[in-house]
């Protein structure tokens, strides 16, 4: 989480008025080192400077639909990346764990063997 603008703007104030770094540090709990990023830029980051550039979107988008129902893990040994690296891409691209609560293509429906 992160801290307030006017909480920011305060503790530079302070500076501004002749506090050092060290002394702002103790006197509000903070590291003197979060004291100069804010002093460099008091606003947080909001969005991402750089694209991802690990995994294209577009060749993930091809392989989900290429293979709907395969495993992050091989996805991951597909792209030459980590399963943790394609989570964050299906997410960035708003693709979720499918919900369907039938059988997988796979595997045979017994179900629709039985007669009633």
């Known amino acids: 989480m992160t801290y307030s603008l006017d909480f920011r703007r305060q503790v530079l104030k302070s500076l501004d008025e002749g506090m050092t770094f060290v002394q702002a540090a103790e006197f509000y709990n903070l590291s003197p080192t979060t004291i100069q990023n804010w002093k460099r830029r008091v606003h947080s980051k909001i969005t991402r400077q750089t694209k991802p550039y690990k995994i294209p979107d577009d060749v993930l988008l091809n392989d989900v639909k290429e293979h ?5 893990y091989e ?20 693709i979720s764990q499918k ?18």
Do not use: E, F, W
């Open 68 to 72: 709907p129902d395969d495993y992050q």
């Open 75 to 94: 996805r991951a040994r597909r792209l030459n990346c980590s399963k943790t690296g394609i989570y964050h891409a299906l997410k960035r691209l708003g």
């Open 99 to 116: 919900k369907d609560t039938g059988v997988s293509k796979s595997v045979p429906d017994k179900k629709s063997d039985l007669s009633r």
